[in-house]
């Protein structure tokens, strides 16, 4: 079975700060995503990445960057948190295949003060 | 623009029978999945459906009318467990997925 797995469940963060969000999947995916959700929307997509040291901009870019230095990883950081930014953050997975299944961490809620 | 509704929550009993309606308006069609998330969980996958009709996974079958931009996901045999949002998501012309809010489905005993 897939294992994504999400490096935080829950974080505290204060207006300002640099935040890291890691997520390591372990099914050799080429494809890695961050979404973030809010109660009442749909799954809003952030960024992905194809491929290793490639990184592609979703819906709402602004105030995050992403990094994907090897295959397994892939990370989301907060430049400067804002408490608009306070969201659940889902990292998803999937294999070559545009249409493969999306594979889920269980997300990291962050909430910025 | 893109836009798929669903109801934002249902009610049923257990062990009877849901229908979770989904319509869909996008830029193009690559197919539809349906998720289940419980709370505080991950979502996973359900089903996935490109061509027009039922197809069918135990208690759970998942219907397309690309016609009509319209899907539905059907419980059967309703359990406790099957307490949890159902996510619906097209995958457009660019192979995007576009998400609808989730309905949350609450089953009574």
């Known amino acids: 079975d897939v294992k994504v797995t999400q490096s935080s469940r829950y974080l505290v963060k204060r207006t300002g700060e640099k935040v890291f969000l890691e997520c390591v999947q372990d099914?050799?995916?080429?494809?890695m995503f961050w979404y973030r959700q809010d109660p009442g929307l749909g799954l809003r997509l952030i960024y992905f990445s194809y491929d290793v040291k490639m990184k592609e901009k979703g819906d709402i870019p602004e105030g995050y960057s992403v990094s994907r230095e090897k295959k397994e990883r892939f990370s989301l950081i907060l430049e400067s948190a804002s408490t608009n930014q306070t969201s659940m953050y889902l990292c998803a997975s999937s294999s070559g295949q545009e249409t493969s299944p999306l594979h889920f961490g269980n997300g990291t809620r962050l909430t910025v003060t | 623009g893109q836009n798929i509704d669903q109801p934002t929550e249902m009610t049923a009993t257990e062990g009877a029978i849901v229908q979770i309606n989904c319509t869909y308006q996008t830029s193009g069609f690559n197919g539809l999945f349906w998720y289940q998330q419980h709370a505080g969980e991950a979502p996973t996958f359900l089903s996935y459906?490109?061509l027009d009709g039922l197809e069918e996974k135990g208690r759970f079958s998942s219907f397309l009318s690309r016609s009509k931009g319209y899907s539905y996901l059907l419980l059967k045999e309703l359990q406790m467990k099957d307490s949890a949002s159902y996510l619906c998501?097209?995958?457009?012309?660019?192979?995007?997925?576009?998400w609808g809010a989730g309905t949350k489905l609450i089953i009574k005993p």
């Open positions: 099914m050799d995916h080429e494809n």
């Open positions: 459906n490109v």
């Open positions: 998501a097209v995958m457009d012309s660019n192979y995007q997925l576009i």
